[in-house]
């Protein structure tokens, strides 16, 4: 059993040839055991292992009945849609004496998965080799993998913002410094959490890539034309969609979307 931890065709295959070839496993008995390991289920699967042929077996059907139990506890307690009764799963030593584990980390909305975390499961007899007389000392154990679980969290603070920063007030032409104050001071007058760069005549490309770096969600953009048309740009940083919003208006539509591209971010 412990051969059969790869998955997918190509590891399936392998694992097969490994089987009948090396350990000298019977081909029939190899294609039962090729035909089990992409099973994965909940209760249903125990159900159709109990009616097979592996149900008959005295030792098998200890297992299912203790996985079974393991899974009406799992429901008890409210995780049972994290819970997958897997039969591709294997560890590679020989002192597990009932239900193995692994932790795997779902992926997040559209990104991936980076497998497993942790692994372990139950080994009656090993703490007893050490103890007196070698009586026999219930034990599940696991193993975390603290460095894929650091990188993993590193990722994260890397996407998380670390500003509480909602605009940041930019231009793109020079001698609009004046300007881009008065709507820094508008939005500060109205509680919106906003910022520029102090610099007289900042390029406007060196202002967007501050937004993006400080995870800033909207830009709020004033130049000659805004100016003339009492108007006042407002950019996604994320998206990069723009639309033109009155001046008068513009606190509260800044609030708004910023808050709604924050969400996104």
């Known amino acids: 059993v412990v051969s059969t931890q790869s998955t997918g065709s ?25 035909v089990l390991v992409q099973k994965k289920g909940q209760f249903e699967l125990i ?31 409210g995780c049972l849609d994290h819970v997958s009764f897997d039969l591709s799963l294997a560890r590679g030593l020989d002192y597990y004496t009932g239900t193995i584990y692994e932790a795997i980390l779902a992926p997040e909305g559209r990104g991936e998965g980076v497998g497993s975390v942790a692994g372990g ?18 034990c599940v154990g696991i193993s ?5 679980l650091f990188s993993i969290m590193e990722k994260k603070m890397q996407q998380c913002r670390t500003s509480s920063i909602q605009v940041l007030v930019a231009s793109g032409q020079k001698g609009l410094l004046k300007e881009r104050m008065k709507l820094l001071n508008m939005l500060w007058d ?76």
Request: one cysteine or more; hydrophobic letters at 35%.
């Open 121 to 138: 499961g139950r080994y009656d007899e090993l703490v007893g080799m050490f103890a007196p007389k070698g009586r026999s000392i219930p």
């Open 10 to 34: 190509s590891g399936i295959n392998a694992e097969y040839g490994e089987m009948v070839e090396v350990k000298g496993l019977d081909p029939e008995v190899a294609d039962k055991i090729g």
């Open 190 to 265: 109205n509680d919106v959490n906003a910022e520029m760069l102090y610099k007289a005549n900042p390029k406007l490309l060196t202002q967007f890539q501050y937004a993006e770096t400080e995870r800033i969600p909207l830009v709020a953009i004033i130049g000659e034309s805004e100016l003339q048309e009492g108007k006042v740009k407002l950019r996604n940083t994320v998206t990069k969609e723009e639309k033109l919003v009155d001046r008068n208006c513009f606190v509260e539509e800044a609030r708004s979307w910023a808050q709604s591209c924050g969400e996104e971010s």
């Open 47 to 77: 159900d159709e292992l109990e009616k097979s042929d592996l149900g008959a077996n005295k030792s098998a059907a200890e297992g299912l009945s203790d996985m079974r139990l393991l899974l009406e506890y799992c429901e008890l307690f």
């Open 144 to 148: 975390v993998g603290i460095e894929r």
